[in-house]
């Protein structure tokens, strides 16, 4: 199982998205991280570039709706749209429904147990464990 982990927009704070990524290894999961500052369109084309069964984004900028909702249309444009989105970072709980409703498979906050990140990843991977 392969999984993309992204910093979009301008966030430089990353310790989450790496510690969700030795996590992911730990449980047999390749993980590739494009690392910080990553346009939509970087993102997607890496998606598609390692073919990958999950994407998740890491956002803690505050910029999670308008970064979200470009990438997933973005991959839809691009033919990845059944690609599972999962998302991690500070997202207010008055977002999340929209976020859902947007296409997100998945939203994990601050203080999720990391056992409960990687089922979740497994099994929207289809590799449930």
Known sequence: MR?????????????GARVVAR?????????????????GEQI???????DVDVVGLSILSGAHLSLTEEIIALMGQAE???VP???GG????????????AGVAAIF???TPLPDIVRAVLQLGGKVR
């Open 85 to 87: 989105l999962v998302l």
């Open 44 to 50: 997607v084309q890496a998606a598609l570039q390692e």
């Open 90 to 101: 500070i997202i207010p709980d008055e977002d999340r429904q929209r976020l859902l409703a």
């Open 23 to 39: 996590a992911l290894r730990e449980a047999g999961v390749e993980v590739i991280y494009t690392g910080l500052h990553q346009s």
């Open 109 to 111: 906050g601050p203080g």
């Open 3 to 15: 999984v993309l982990l992204a910093k979009p927009g301008l966030d430089g704070h990353d310790r």
């Open 80 to 82: 990845v749209a059944d």
